[in-house]
């Protein structure tokens, strides 16, 4: 920087005002309303996201790598060699992720007796009409969704590592390798159904995204979707 | 590839034809265990031509050497001691390498378009500079042939000297066998070659003598004459067939079905969102609990 030298030298500003005395209370920035419920932590939102965003590159791999009609899919990656390199280990930094986050949430996701009852109302609730009652954090459908999920990921997690070439794979029977990539698959697009549907799901119900993107919830979609829950929390909180 | 010296009938990961309007003869190898003297000759003939040199490896007590095919030893002389009924101990040599199915499983199961070509003289040929590396391959093989370069991940496997055949030579283990064990040709020539010799083989008394060129995989450009008949003795699938797990894995019926299934989801998504719309419990009136 030749012209740093000869810069004018500006006088100093006058001294800058005092920043406001921090309240008590932190305010938010954002459109939060003060009266929000939090509904996922700062933790789980980041893994919830890096999941996803291993999902996706899974999906989109294993897409180009199961379909030649999508074989293009691999110009993302750079080479198709290097998608192919990289697949298995972001599948396994997706099992890691996937299951540090869903111990987490294992005894949220235990049925109860209101799940019944919610899955009998199921095909109501989806073509318009007023959700069951629901009595913990997370709904019949959510749990049905958390289980399979854990039965999908521990499926691929195993049968990848079975056919991971060079390293897994020399050692392991050639039929063990057929049996693997051919579970893979239908495991996979399992999956796919599952993750169609939770996406769809967290459009479909307003409100729902913002949960996973900002944490937050109002209290109608609390009171709405998981009164047990919002009941729950809002014991702690003191009367106004 | 139309201007390859070779046309090609089956392509990897292809959904629609590659040129094919020239039909060229079906060729392959004859392989007369029979006539075999275990010299390597063709190992050596193959290793040179090819350019290829494996490393030195250990010694395990037989006359195999090296001991199974690698990525730089396409082709390997197995010696088998059988104890054969009214024959006594016999020594059973297998030159052993890819057959060149007809119904390749390789190309199969092969996720890279153009990996793996099917010449339409027959060859199937690996093309290492499409090649991914994932292993599929070698799950699609019924006679666990293809092999892995160490440092390159690449498959490889024997070329039948496809580069020699499109000018008109025979494959180099063909040239350099000196007890006239392997011929080359058409595969219609070979048979009828393979088929003289089991005359003669029966005449001298080895009544089960046949021609190993198994149907399930739609026959091979690689024919072996068996003298003991039995493809078990010499270590090949009596049935060889492409795996159905790897058919299943690989048929048109499970893509088609797995983009149904992709599909669905979205077209079930559209419409329900069309007909139902959003649940927002904070854009609807309050009710009167509330």
């Not at chain 2, 060149?100 to 099917?118: E, F, M, S």
Request: glycine share 8%.
């Amino acid at each position: 920087m030749s012209n740093e030298t000869q810069r004018t030298i500006t006088p100093a500003p006058p001294a800058a005002v005092p920043p406001p005395a921090r309240g008590p209370r932190h305010e938010f920035a954002t459109t939060r309303p003060p009266d929000a419920v939090q509904r996922y932590s700062t933790g789980e939102r980041l893994t919830h996201w890096a999941v996803a965003l291993a999902y996706v590159v899974l999906f989109l791999s294993g897409l180009a790598m199961f379909h030649p009609f999508f074989y293009w899919v691999a110009a993302l990656f750079g080479t198709p060699t290097f998608m192919r390199i990289l697949h298995p280990f972001i599948g396994v930094a997706f099992s890691v992720l996937f299951f540090a986050y869903a111990a987490r949430l294992w005894r949220e996701n235990l049925l109860d007796p209101a799940d019944r009852r919610w899955l009998r109302n199921m095909f109501a609730y989806i073509n318009g009409r007023d959700e069951a009652r629901v009595e913990g954090k997370y709904n019949a459908g959510q749990k049905a969704m958390y289980w399979s999920m854990i039965v999908m990921v521990l499926g691929l997690l195993v049968t990848g590592l079975l056919v991971w070439r060079p390293y897994i794979a020399p050692a392991i029977p050639l039929l063990g390798r057929r049996v693997a990539v051919v579970i893979h698959v239908i495991f996979a697009f399992i999956m796919f159904v599952g993750i169609g549907i939770h996406i769809y799901a967290a459009v479909w119900t307003r409100g729902s995204m913002r949960a996973m993107t900002q944490g937050w919830v109002s209290r109608r979609w609390a009171r709405y979707h998981h009164p047990g829950w919002y009941e729950k929390i809002t014991r702690k909180e003191p009367v106004r | 590839m139309a201007l390859e010296s070779l046309d090609i009938r089956r392509r990897s990961a292809s959904q629609t034809s590659p040129p094919d309007v020239r039909k060229h003869t079906e060729v392959a190898k004859l392989i007369d265990i029979s006539r075999c003297i275990g010299c390597k000759a063709c190992q050596v003939a193959c290793m040179e031509w090819n350019d290829v040199r494996d490393d030195v490896g250990v010694l395990d007590g037989t006359y195999n050497n090296p001991i199974d095919l690698t990525d730089r030893s396409w082709t390997v002389m197995r010696f088998y001691e059988e104890e054969i009924a009214d024959k006594g101990l016999q020594w059973l040599i297998v030159k052993d390498g890819c057959l060149h199915c007809a119904d390749p499983g390789c190309l199969k199961a092969c996720p890279a378009p153009g990996a793996i070509v099917q010449y339409s003289n027959g060859i199937v040929d690996f093309k290492q500079d499409n090649c991914i590396g994932c292993g599929y391959c070698q799950t699609g093989c019924p006679f666990n042939i293809p092999r892995y370069g160490v440092t390159d991940g690449k498959a490889y496997k024997c070329t039948l000297c496809s580069d020699r055949v499109a000018v008109g030579l025979e494959p180099a283990c063909i040239k350099t066998c000196p007890t006239q064990a392997l011929s080359f040709g058409t595969k219609e020539d070979m048979i009828d070659i393979a088929n003289a010799r089991l005359v003669d083989l029966k005449e001298r008394g080895f009544d089960k003598a046949a021609v190993y060129d198994p149907s399930g995989v739609g026959g091979t450009h690689v024919v072996y004459v068996m003298p003991h008949g039995d493809p078990a003795l010499y270590r090949m699938p009596r049935e060889a067939s492409i795996s159905p797990l790897v058919g299943l894995w690989r048929s048109g019926f499970a893509r088609t079905l797995g983009v149904l299934t992709m599909v669905s989801v979205v077209v079930a998504g559209f419409f329900h969102w069309m007909k139902v719309g959003p649940v927002d419990p904070d854009a609807r009136p309050p009710r009167e609990e509330e």
